[in-house]
């Protein structure tokens, strides 16, 4: 494992569609799920020994507000809120934003509504997400899109693809390369917001 230094992090990297960088978590591994202080610190720290160019580094935290996910989330330059038009969903999506507004200061979000039907839900529940954050917290949420429920998915697992390697003209597939085209007209930000992002200087200075 690279934590406990067995192994360099070159060596569990897995390469993905159109030259991707995929660091795979452990499966089953609960240890993993439940870092400590500095195994989380450890982590960023080699991250910051990839030789290769990175463009983006996406961290996939999962649900909840543990703290493995309130952490690397403060060590992200943007924090993505993933969120389904379910009310449960929504009310989840909230209490992260509040306990990183409020425990951690952070004040910028952007969100993405996954699995709709059409743009209108995509967009009235982003709507109703946006009127309570607006109203109890003082935040700033971006809408950045949404992905359309799509039941290739189920297949693209199955094969352990990803969906737009092989099925480019699904439902979905659009939604994919709006959310590409979002990122990319990001502007590069000039400095890192401060804390923990070590990772984030090294890619602004190189």
């Not at 202080?37 to 030789?51: H, M, Y």
């Not at 952490?71 to 009310?91: C, G, H, K, L, R």
């Not at 209108?120 to 971006?142: G, M, T, W």
């Not at 990001?186 to 984030?200: L, M, N, S, V």
Request: proline share 4%; charged share 20%; hydrophobic share 45%.
């Amino acid at each position: 494992m690279v934590l406990e230094g067995h192994k360099a992090l070159e060596d569990v990297l897995v390469t993905g569609p159109g030259g991707m960088l995929i660091l795979p978590a452990g499966s089953g591994v609960p240890e993993l799920a439940d870092l400590n202080e500095v195994q989380r610190l450890q982590l960023l720290t080699v991250l910051e020994t990839l030789e290769q160019e990175i463009d983006f580094l996406l961290i996939d935290t999962g649900a909840g507000i543990s703290a493995n996910v309130m952490y690397f989330n403060m060590a992200a330059q943007d924090i993505v809120v993933v969120v389904t038009p379910e009310p449960t969903s929504i009310t989840d999506a909230y209490a992260l934003m509040k306990v990183l507004c409020t425990k951690y200061d952070e004040k910028h979000f952007k969100v993405i509504m996954n699995n709709v039907v059409h743009a209108k839900e995509a967009k009235e529940a982003f709507r109703r997400l946006h009127l309570v954050a607006e109203r109890f917290l003082n935040i700033s949420i971006d809408y950045l899109g949404f992905i359309l429920h799509d039941m290739s998915f189920s297949q693209a697992v199955r094969q352990q693809r990803a969906l737009l390697d092989i099925y480019p003209s699904s439902v979905a597939a659009p939604g994919f390369r709006t959310l590409a085209q979002q990122l990319l007209a990001t502007p590069e930000a000039t400095y890192p917001k401060g804390g923990i992002q070590f990772f984030w200087q090294r890619l602004l200075t190189r």
